[in-house]
């Protein structure tokens, strides 16, 4: 784009300009434009001024008399601003919303108008219909409703089909952050058909319900198996799709939630669309305490064993989740082990491991696939009878307070 030396001069200089000048004259000489439509054309030409404002100093600076009659560009769209910035409001009124943006589906037919007028007398300095349009009509829309506008993360997107004269409103999702226990054993993370209900629909159900949204999605850090309870707090983000409103209370659900003694929720709070992606990325260490049952009888000394599986583990991926995990092998390390005897063929296994590492596979081998394994060090056949997470070792908390 050539620079001009008018660039940083108020409008009102700029117009004096031969070439700015010529442009606004053969511009009005290939139909009428309206005021909004020719001062976009020389947007790019000086600083200040609305479009409008420009297109009339423009058409003064010609001699030309004041706009009138139907634009050949737009054909009347920047006369009916007002008409859109209502349309907005009405269609917000069934939303709790703080924060907006305008956007648009073009008319093909204005936008091929556009691009042919710019073909003819330079496209340089001009500003797209598109963004004149959500620019202008957003600055009504908060006029009308006193709400914020917000390009980056609007609560709702006002999308206008100029060519249906139609107004479809985007509702982002609301996010809420937190931490859970599972207290019960036969429950999934997420939503499952196998089994009636799970951790999300227990959260996510009350609080979708009193956000009015339409449905809801669960990001967990990690996720427990479905008979393994999880009694350390499991960071996650319930994600309310198409909410009405906004504010909760969200103390109150937290509750509701708790008091079917199945999951436990803690600092529930609000959070930003990042958080899902910054939990999942996360591998915190976690403790665990396994039952752990033996084909043959061990003695205490035995045990003493176990502390062999302190260091490094080399585990490919279990047979049982292979249909959904690649079959590779990872590293992972467990950080202390401790242990007690309960009879000659059971004893609990406490462990405090690298984040990843699948403790039931430890105890068994999985058919050599991890080790070193409880089954190999002890010299006879073990099974992980039961599981449940004591802690999820988060150097911070995330999500709420």
């Not at 031969?18 to 909004?36: E, F, I, K, M, W």
């Not at 006029?143 to 006002?158: F, I, M, S, W």
Request: some cysteine; aromatic content about 6%; hydrophobic content about 40%.
């Amino acid at each position: 784009m050539t620079e001009h030396p008018w660039r940083q001069r108020p409008f009102g200089e700029a117009v004096a300009d031969p070439d700015v000048r010529d442009r606004a004259a053969r511009a009005l000489a290939s139909g009428p434009l309206c005021d909004h439509c020719l001062g976009r054309l020389l947007a790019g030409a000086g600083t200040g001024l609305r479009n409008d404002e420009r297109g009339r100093i423009a058409r003064r600076a010609l001699g030309q008399a004041p706009a009138g009659g139907r634009c050949a560009l737009c054909e009347g769209l920047f006369d009916q601003l007002d008409a859109w910035a209502a349309q907005v409001r009405d269609a917000f009124q069934p939303w709790e919303f703080d924060t907006f943006a305008v956007s648009s589906r073009a008319d093909p037919a204005l936008r091929q108008r556009e691009q042919a007028l710019w073909d003819r007398v330079g496209g340089d300095l001009a500003e797209p219909y598109k963004q004149a349009f959500n620019r202008e009509v957003g600055v009504r829309v908060a006029a009308l409703t006193g709400r914020e506008p917000d390009l980056d993360h609007p609560d709702l997107v006002a999308a206008a089909d100029h060519a249906r004269g139609e107004v479809t409103v985007i509702a982002r999702p609301l996010f809420v952050a937190g931490r859970y226990r599972k207290l019960v054993r036969g429950m999934p993370q997420c939503r499952w058909l196998r089994w009636p209900t799970s951790v999300q629909q227990i959260i996510g159900d009350p609080v979708c319900e009193a956000a009015g949204g339409a449905d809801h999605n669960f990001h967990g850090a990690g996720r427990e198996d479905v008979d393994v309870r999880c009694l350390g707090e499991r960071p996650f983000v319930l994600e309310v799709l198409r909410p009405h409103r906004r504010r909760l209370d969200l103390g109150a659900l937290a509750a509701r939630i708790n008091a079917g003694r199945q999951v436990e929720v803690l600092g529930l709070g609000p959070c930003g669309p990042g958080e899902p992606a910054r939990i999942k990325a996360a591998r915190p260490e976690k403790t665990y305490r396994a039952l752990v049952r033996l084909a043959t009888p061990v003695d205490a000394e035995a045990l003493g064993r176990l502390s062999a599986l302190a260091g490094p583990i080399r585990q490919r991926t279990p047979r049982r989740v292979l249909r959904r995990r690649a079959n590779r092998v990872r590293l992972g390390r467990v950080r202390s082990v401790a242990w007690r005897r309960l009879d000659p063929v059971t004893f609990e296994l406490t462990l405090r491991t690298s984040g990843g590492l699948y403790i039931k596979e430890l105890v068994s081998g999985d058919a050599r696939r991890t080790r070193p394994n409880v089954a190999q060090v002890l010299g006879t056949a073990a099974e992980c009878a039961e599981l449940d997470v004591l802690a999820i070792h988060w150097p911070e908390t995330p999500g709420g307070a």
